[in-house]
């Protein structure tokens, strides 16, 4: 039977009887993913991934993840929102905040949307100049993650990386299919020069707002993409706790 961790669905009493002592949340977009995946995809995504690890982790509070990112570059295409940078960094450190405020300082955040990385970084060490006795991680790129974790020849097109390209079209598949439209899908691999980190427009790399081939996606692609990205988390959180949130060794000055 499944634990209730999500805050949004819970009454104080639910918050009370959980015990929790750390907490997962989201950060996701709401932009077009193409002509096949819904606005709402990297909210969608993180979300899942959230209430999954939550539901393996003991004390583990799903807070409510935050829909709309940094998608300036994306919105050549119909129906993008976007909030500038300044504001989502000062939502998350207000996030955060209240999160430590009401007594929970281990903070995980799953993030599924490129132009959400430097606010997160911002934010996040913001906070914890703030509060030092505070661990925040960040997944900032599941998307890299996963073809990390799985053998190479998992998929067929460019690693499975584009923006709602292979990998993220079958995580899509497996987790949502009711809101994907495959008939719809097409994409391109762009030639990227090698050199220095470009700054595009997402019009400059493709007409049809997809990057890598979603036409390669699989739902069994995805699966494996998720229970990957799992049980990565699901490790990683519970390595933490056993070494009491803090890593390494501290080096003991002359």
């Known amino acids: ?26 950060v996701g977009s709401a932009e077009n993913h193409g002509f096949h ?30 829909n709309v990112g940094v998608s300036t570059h994306y919105d050549d295409f119909l129906f993008t929102l976007t909030l500038r940078p300044e504001i989502l960094i000062e939502v998350l450190k207000d996030i955060l905040h209240s999160t430590i405020r009401q007594g929970i300082n281990r903070i995980i955040i799953i993030n599924g949307h490129d132009g959400n990385i430097a606010p997160i970084e911002i934010a996040a060490r913001s906070v914890k100049v703030s509060y030092p006795e505070v661990f925040i991680a960040s997944l900032d790129a599941w998307w890299v993650k996963a073809g990390e974790l799985l053998p190479p020849e998992t998929f067929e097109v460019w690693n499975g990386l584009g923006h709602a390209g292979e990998g993220e079209t079958s995580l899509s598949l497996y987790l949502f ?4 439209r495959m008939k719809d899908a097409r994409g391109v691999v762009p030639t990227l020069p090698e050199g220095p980190d ?26 494996k993409m998720f229970e990957a990205l799992v049980d990565f988390l699901v490790h990683f959180i519970n390595e933490m706790e056993e ?6 060794t501290m080096l003991t000055l002359p």
């Open 37 to 66: 995946l819904p606005f709402g995809n990297d909210t969608l995504v993180s979300h899942a991934l959230s209430l999954e690890v939550a539901q393996r982790v003991e004390g583990m509070l799903v807070l409510p993840p935050v």
């Open 198 to 223: 470009i700054k595009w427009k997402f019009n400059e790399l493709t007409p049809y707002g997809a990057t890598g081939d979603p036409t390669r996606g699989t739902a069994e692609k995805g699966r």
């Open 243 to 248: 070494k009491n949130w803090k890593y390494g």
């Open 177 to 180: 299919p009711d809101l994907c």
């Open 1 to 26: 039977m499944a634990k209730k961790v999500y805050h949004s669905e819970m009454t104080f009493s639910d918050f009370k009887e959980g015990h929790f002592n750390k907490a997962i949340f989201g």
